[in-house]
């Protein structure tokens, strides 16, 4: 299965789609091949970290100043520091707080962590990621 995806902001940009492929290899490959930030190829997760949130890997939302995200689920991102506070404002998944989550080498921002008292997970912004082997 070939999945491609994307964030944009209010204008469209298309030199920010990348795409990351998850086929029935990566199952066998997985630990083999990592997530990386876009920018400066930073390992953030592998894919075999993948998971689901709400019975979803991928969601789109919309933040409250009409930026647009395509985010995919992942139990772990090792490669990211949180900056900020926690806060529990607009959040795309009831019950959870989140926290901004950046790259720990140049800082692009990656996405979220989302934790309540039963699970942490994190909704990274798919287009920000690449996909290399080991």
């Not at 204008?11 to 066998?28: I, V």
């Not at 934790?115 to 996909?131: P, Q, W």
Request: aromatic share 12%; hydrophobic share 30%.
């Amino acid at each position: 299965m070939n999945l491609s995806f994307r964030s944009s902001s209010k204008k469209e940009n298309k030199d920010n789609a990348h795409t990351l492929q998850f086929d029935q290899n990566d199952t066998q490959h997985r630990s083999e091949k990592t997530l990386n930030c876009a920018h400066c190829q930073h390992p953030i997760t592998m894919p075999k970290f993948k998971s689901t949130q709400s019975g979803k890997h991928l969601h789109s939302f919309m933040n409250p100043e009409g930026y647009m995200y395509e985010i995919g689920i992942f139990s772990q991102a090792e490669g990211t520091l949180k900056e900020g506070l926690p806060s529990a404002f607009f959040s795309w998944f009831d019950g959870y707080i989140w926290q901004v989550e950046r790259c720990a080498n140049c800082h692009l921002h990656m996405g979220w962590s989302f934790e309540n008292e039963e699970r942490l997970f994190y909704g990274l912004i798919l287009s920000h990621l690449v996909m290399l082997e080991k």
